[in-house]
C-alpha cells in the first residue's frame, strides 16, 4: 500500500474540488423533487462543473476489457452517480427514470478542478418519506461523522470502520462491506482503502497528510450486495433500501478537516 501524504499546499487544492463538489450539491438541491428523472439532475451537475472550468470526473471512469471469465465493463455514462432506494450506489443516470414521491436518493459526484479531485456523496429525500426511510437517513449520516471523528494521527484505520459498525449495528442497520473509502488526490481513488467494518486497534496506522473519504453505505437489511448486468449498478440482495454520506477529509495534527464542504 502506497499512500501518498498531501502537504498543506496540495490539501488546499484539493480543498477548492471539495468546495466545488459541494456548491454542486447546492444548485441540485432544489431539483430533487417528484417528476425530475435523473438525467435531468446529471445535466444540472455536468454544466455547472464544467461552467466553473472543472471536469465530471465519473464521466467516461472505470471502462475495462473483460478478464479470466468477468465481463467487460463499460465506461460510466453519468456526471454523477444516482441511486435511489435499494441501489447502493453507482446508479447510471436515465431519461426513463423519474423521482417520486417517498424515494431517497443518493447523489454522489467527482470533478477534477486544476488538476485535484474533489469526491463526496449526500442522500435526499424526496418529498415526504416514511419512518424507516428517515431513521436509515439519520443513521447514514451519523455513521459517517462517527467515521470521521475517528480519522486522527496515530489512530488506525480500523478505529474509523468500527466506529461505524457499531453505530449502524446497534440502530439495526448494516454496513455495505464489499465497498469502502480511498484516498483522493490527483487521482479518483488512491490508497488507503477504508474499510466501513472493522475491529478497533487493526488496520494501518493513520498519519498526518493523508487525505481520503469515508462513506459508508447503510442498508436497511443483509449487507450483502448484487450488480446488476450494465456492470455498474449496485443494490442491495434483499431488495431493502440504503442510504450513504460521504467526505472528503484531510487528517492533521487535531481534528481532521472537511474538505467537501461549503
Wanted: charged content about 25%; aromatic content about 6%.
Amino acid at each position: 500500500m502506497a499512500v501518498m501524504m498531501k502537504s498543506r499546499q496540495e490539501i488546499a487544492k484539493l480543498r477548492e474540488a471539495g468546495r466545488l463538489v459541494a456548491q454542486t450539491f447546492e444548485v441540485m438541491r432544489p431539483y430533487v423533487k417528484s417528476g425530475v428523472t435523473t438525467l435531468e439532475l446529471d445535466q444540472i451537475a455536468e454544466d455547472y462543473i464544467r461552467g466553473k472550468g472543472a471536469l465530471p470526473i465519473y464521466k467516461g471512469y472505470g471502462a475495462r476489457p473483460a478478464y479470466n471469465g468477468h465481463p467487460a465493463v463499460p465506461a460510466f455514462p453519468g456526471t454523477i452517480c444516482i441511486s435511489i432506494n435499494e441501489v447502493v450506489c453507482h446508479g447510471i443516470p436515465s431519461a426513463e427514470v423519474k423521482l417520486k414521491e417517498g424515494d431517497i436518493v443518493g447523489v454522489d459526484i467527482g470533478v477534477l478542478l486544476n488538476g485535484w479531485v474533489g469526491d463526496s456523496c449526500v442522500t435526499y429525500a424526496v418529498g415526504e418519506i416514511d419512518e424507516e426511510a428517515q431513521k436509515l437517513m439519520e443513521v447514514a449520516k451519523r455513521c459517517t461523522e462517527l467515521g470521521i471523528a475517528e480519522a486522527r494521527h496515530n489512530k488506525r484505520l480500523g478505529d474509523v470502520g468500527a466506529a461505524i459498525q457499531e453505530y449502524a449495528e446497534s440502530n439495526g442497520f448494516s454496513t455495505v462491506r464489499e465497498l469502502g473509502g480511498h484516498g483522493v488526490g490527483r487521482s479518483l481513488h488512491e490508497d488507503p482503502h477504508v474499510s466501513h467494518f472493522g475491529r478497533r486497534g487493526t488496520g494501518l496506522r493513520i498519519r498526518q497528510g493523508m487525505v481520503f473519504t469515508v462513506e459508508p453505505m447503510i442498508n436497511v437489511g443483509t449487507a450483502k450486495t448484487r450488480v446488476l448486468a450494465d456492470q455498474w449498478t449496485v443494490c442491495t440482495a434483499d431488495g431493502k433500501r440504503s442510504a450513504q454520506f460521504e467526505h472528503t477529509l484531510a487528517v492533521t495534527d487535531g481534528a481532521p478537516e472537511l474538505l467537501t464542504i461549503l
